[in-house]
């Protein structure tokens, strides 16, 4: 058994036997200009541009090439990504990746899980390795309860061990777990490597990929260990929706609700059209499907140039905070029942639920609204039960919530569909709150 071999079997991240390396020179990255990387776009392909070191957001729709990009601008320092959403794009990848690392960039870690990388990671794998890479699989877990900092040091181990540098580059294909780990993992190793986010998942296509937020959870509570480390391109191939499970899908369609709510009503009511006549399998490979996702990334996209690291103290509708509305009852929801119940979004589904209940209850939002967003949760699909969970466990478990300000969990709530507020939790009595889960578990 050779060396190579070896290093991969120790962290459990084979894929492929055995993998071939190439004597790597010294060399220095070369970033080609903007144009230059916009040209390697697909002729089909959604392109959602992420610019940070200026100043404004805007929208862009090339005439006659059916092409969009999304411009998102940060005060910090100047780094630009573009976001490609369309179809087959996996095949793809060795050309993008080579347009936003450089030529002279010849190691590419790939970190997937096993069911993902049985599905797409040969077609990933021919292309990156199409472009002259090297190409370097790593497997983890599959489940939230791999977002850990195990699975974080397995991975590092295998960089390491795999003599990646910090030129060489990390690719994350897979859904949100991949995502945040293979992200997490690339911001720390040799103080931050580049990485590409193919993701896999609706969820991760509209949400997690978009932004630069990555981490890991703890015993105590979701997503408490983390790093913002934006990445080099997001590449979302819708294809790979076609395979997903079915609770994957319904996960997914949750946190489009959630940022239609906390967005526009226009965002809100393109969703949930969709949602009522396109929620098929059929409908996956529809321009209309792209056009959602499209949608979804731009507003992610502007409230990431607003508020890039998440300002705890700001409160206004452009603060990166509104995007956690659901979250802090769903990371409780997801810690009481260690990680095995909910997927990610089915857990902001049922948040979404007793924030909206918690804000008609405290005199915020009309029953009206309320029952829009209920509706509108309904359309995503069944949710698992939280019937049976201890109401109290549940309210104690959101104490650890990572978003506290002045040792106080901050509700985002809504005043209306594409309004929402921000709520010291000082302002929201243990008594009302217990109300608020009661009676919508009561309903699950």
Not at 217 to 242: C, W, Y
Not at 387 to 411: F, M, N, P, Y
Request: hydrophobic content about 40%; some cysteine.
């Amino acid at each position: 058994m050779d060396a190579t071999y070896s290093h991969v079997c120790r962290v459990h991240s084979l894929f492929v036997t055995p993998l071939e390396f190439q004597p790597i020179p010294n060399r220095t990255q070369v970033i080609p200009d903007a144009e230059a990387f916009r040209r390697c776009a697909h002729p089909r392909t959604t392109l959602v541009s992420a610019e940070t070191g200026s100043s404004a957001d805007k929208i862009v729709e090339e005439r006659g090439s059916g092409l969009r990009r999304v411009v998102v601008r940060t005060k910090e320092r100047a780094h630009e990504y573009e976001i490609r959403i369309g179809e087959g794009l996996r095949r793809e990848v060795g050309h993008v990746a080579r347009g936003c690392l450089g030529d002279r960039v010849q190691r590419i870690a790939i970190v997937s899980n096993a069911r993902v990388f049985s599905l797409y990671g040969t077609a990933v794998l021919k292309s990156l390795r199409g472009s002259g890479f090297t190409v370097l699989p790593c497997s983890i877990g599959d489940g939230e309860r791999f977002k850990s900092m195990q699975t974080v040091e397995r991975v590092l181990c295998f960089l390491n061990e795999s003599g990646l540098e910090r030129s060489d580059g990390v690719v994350a294909l897979g859904g949100g777990v991949v995502g945040d780990v293979a992200g997490f993992a690339a911001a720390i190793y040799l103080r931050g490597v580049p990485f590409i986010q193919i993701p896999t998942t609706l969820l991760a296509q509209i949400d997690s990929s978009v932004g630069g937020k990555t981490g890991v959870n703890m015993g105590s509570g979701k997503n408490l260990i983390g790093s913002f480390h934006q990445p080099a391109a997001v590449i979302s191939d819708i294809e790979t929706l076609r395979t997903l499970p079915a609770r994957e899908l319904v996960a997914g369609w949750c946190e489009c609700v959630k940022q239609g709510a906390v967005s526009s009503r226009k965002l809100f009511r393109e969703t949930t059209d969709f949602l009522k006549t396109s929620r098929t399998r059929n409908a996956l490979n529809s321009s209309r499907l792209e056009q959602l996702i499209s949608s979804h990334c731009a507003f992610k996209a502007s409230i990431v140039a607003a508020d890039q690291r998440e300002d705890p103290h700001r409160s206004d509708q452009r603060s990166r905070r509104i995007l956690n509305f659901g979250h802090t009852i769903a990371h409780a929801l997801e810690t009481v029942t260690d990680y095995r119940r909910f997927r990610h979004g089915e857990a902001v589904g049922q948040g979404m639920l007793v924030a909206g209940e918690l804000s008609k209850n405290l005199g915020l939002l009309e029953q009206t609204e309320l029952e829009l967003l209920t509706k509108a949760v309904r359309l995503c699909g069944p949710l698992p039960s939280a019937r049976d969970l201890d109401e109290h466990a549940v309210v104690s478990a959101i104490a650890h919530d990572k978003k506290r300000t002045a040792g106080r969990v901050q509700w985002v709530l809504l005043e209306r569909i594409g309004r929402s507020r921000i709520v010291d939790g000082k302002e929201i009595s243990s008594t009302l709150l217990r109300k608020s889960v009661r009676e919508v578990f009561r309903r699950t």
